[in-house]
């Protein structure tokens, strides 16, 4: 895809006599921020932000409800910190429940154990369970797996024997004897005449006491007890990880029930923060609900005050409304009404010059310089008239239309008005047209206070380069400018002139702003004192109004407009 570009070189002298244009520049020192006071409101301000570490510091702490509290919602939160509450309650009772069944079970075999030896060990001189044997081991009433020998004279053990499970009725015939590392372990039990708990090798867990005359040793095991517990726990875990997930789903719902206002309040708020509520007239008439702004509930305190903060802002939206309107009035009526007295300055200023009388040096040099000023004045009146029709919003007239021409046109107009700079153009090919749906006049306007902003704030022997983009056209170079959308027609107004200052490029497009000595040039002629400080002002005001956007990007040696209009796709025959 070519370009067509013509480069037009003129000689020195520069006239600014196109009426109705206006460059902008910058002036020095717009925009600086107020200058703040060392130690103004540094103790309230110390105050507020240990008060705030304070509290931060004495809420959840780390973790999810703390420093990282953001990454879940409010309604998680709550679930998930009752959930947690009614595990460890219900973790509380498990561990109790166990721990109180293991003693009341562990207790109920210390009885039976303590019986059995005193069966084996009582009074009845010709009970075979006193014989020195070990049938004391099987008799009925003791159960499966209970061990149990007789001790020697000398203290050690002897022969020890453990219930099976025989279904012999002789308890002799139910008995197993016992290896020397279980006897070891029976002679470990302290023999204090009190049950004791241990481990026999290949046996298990038993409960083992020794009779107070230290005659003989009887074991019970312990695998009933460590079943019923171990039951009961399992139990218990079910039922718990069931009753967790009942109230997780439960409180979900009903948390969800619960903050239900509060949703309907942040729905009010976002729909308030959508609104344009920077520029034009606002009908801020959204509320929250009168369900959800009672005062006897927290939810409703936020409501409540959210309404109140509308109400005044609201207020404040409809004051600053009124006073733009009556501020637009005023200028457009003062500038209506100017116009005619200005014309009348002019007209008679040129009928006193050009009269039958030949005035003196000083007299015509008066009569220019009141023709010029009332020319200025009648730009500044028509620029301000133009302002204030587009901020009222009145229609423009849309027609489809290639800017091409329009740049052309504007180009050379700004060549006669500016001989001493160099004019360029570069425009799309002839069947790449940059169709836009604007306002004719509105547009060329905005060509031709861009070209006279770089030929006034520019010396002579600046380059101008004026560049029409087309849809899906990159820059020279091959690639569309950052931001840039494929479907959009681009303007830009390129110099080679000193540049911006950084500081000052946020106020270009600010009304009455000047132009430092960096980027402006004495007027040899035209309209005195340069520019209005309303030509970029209107450039984004028409810009605007077409729904495009202007940008602006300078730098020593290269300062660059960029207008971008929403495209019109041409009709293909």
């Not at 509105?442 to 060509?447: E, K, N």
């Amino acid at each position: 895809m070519g370009s067509a570009a013509s480069a037009v070189t003129s000689g020195a002298g520069a006239t600014s006599g196109a009426g109705g244009t206006s460059g902008v520049g910058v002036r020095a020192g717009v925009g600086a921020g107020p200058t703040e006071v060392p130690g103004s409101g540094s103790r309230t301000e110390r105050r507020r932000r240990s008060g705030f570490r304070a509290g931060f510091r004495s809420g959840f702490g780390s973790g999810p409800f703390g420093r990282g509290g953001g990454r879940w919602t409010l309604r998680t939160r709550l679930v998930v910190s009752a959930v947690a509450l009614i595990a460890v309650v219900g973790a509380v009772i498990s561990t109790v429940t166990a721990v109180a069944l293991h003693s009341y079970l562990q207790g109920q075999l210390d009885h039976r154990l303590g019986d059995g030896i005193g069966r084996a060990e009582g009074p009845r001189p010709h009970d075979p369970l006193r014989d020195g044997g070990l049938d004391f081991v099987a008799v009925p009433g003791q159960p499966p797996g209970t061990v149990g020998a007789r001790v020697a004279p000398d203290g050690t053990l002897g022969a020890g024997a453990r219930m099976n499970r025989s279904t012999n009725r002789l308890p002799s015939q139910r008995l197993s004897p016992l290896d020397a590392h279980q006897l070891a372990a029976l002679d470990g039990v302290s023999r204090d005449g009190r049950p004791h708990s241990t481990d026999l090798p290949g046996l298990g867990s038993y409960r083992v006491q020794y009779a107070k005359d230290g005659a003989l040793v009887l074991g019970v095991p312990l695998n009933e007890v460590d079943d019923t517990v171990g039951r009961l726990v399992l139990i218990e875990c079910c039922v718990t990880l069931a009753g967790l997930v009942a109230a997780g789903i439960a409180g979900s719902a009903m948390v969800g029930i619960a903050l239900r206002p509060l949703r309907r309040v942040a729905a009010t708020a976002t729909r308030v923060s959508e609104l344009p509520l920077h520029q034009g007239e606002v009908a801020l008439h959204v509320r929250v609900p009168a369900a959800e702004a009672d005062a006897r509930t927290e939810v409703g305190q936020v409501g409540a005050a959210l309404n109140r903060m509308l109400g005044h802002v609201g207020s404040a939206l409809s004051a600053r409304q009124e006073s733009e309107t009556r501020v637009r009035r005023f200028v457009a009526d003062a500038s209506h009404e100017l116009r005619t007295p200005l014309a009348s300055i002019r007209g008679y200023a040129e009928l006193t010059r050009r009269g039958q009388e030949r005035p003196g040096p000083q007299t015509r040099h008066a009569l220019g310089r009141i023709e010029s000023e009332a020319e200025r004045m009648t730009g500044l009146v028509e620029d301000l008239l133009l302002l204030a029709r587009l901020d009222s919003g009145r229609p423009l007239s849309y027609a489809t239309l290639d800017l091409s021409p329009l740049v052309v046109d504007a180009v050379s107009d700004a060549r006669a008005a500016g001989p001493g700079h160099g004019w360029r153009l570069e425009l799309p090919d002839a069947d790449e047209p940059a169709l836009v749906r604007g306002d004719a006049d509105r547009l060329h306007q905005i060509l031709v206070n861009l070209l006279a902003n770089a030929r006034t704030h520019t010396p002579e022997g600046t380059t101008v380069t004026a560049r029409v983009c087309s849809p899906r056209r990159p820059r020279p170079g091959g690639v569309l400018p950052v931001g840039a959308a494929p479907d959009a027609v681009r303007l830009e107004v390129q110099d080679d002139g000193p540049g911006i200052p950084a500081a000052l490029l946020p106020h270009v497009f600010e009304r009455f702003a000047r132009g430092d000595a960096s980027r402006a040039r004495a007027a040899g002629g035209g309209r005195s004192g340069g520019s209005t400080g309303l030509g970029l002002a209107i450039v984004q005001a028409v810009v605007t109004a077409h729904g495009g956007t202007v940008a602006v990007a300078s730098g020593p040696g290269r300062t660059v407009f960029t207008v971008t209009l929403p495209a019109v796709r041409a009709e293909r025959p």
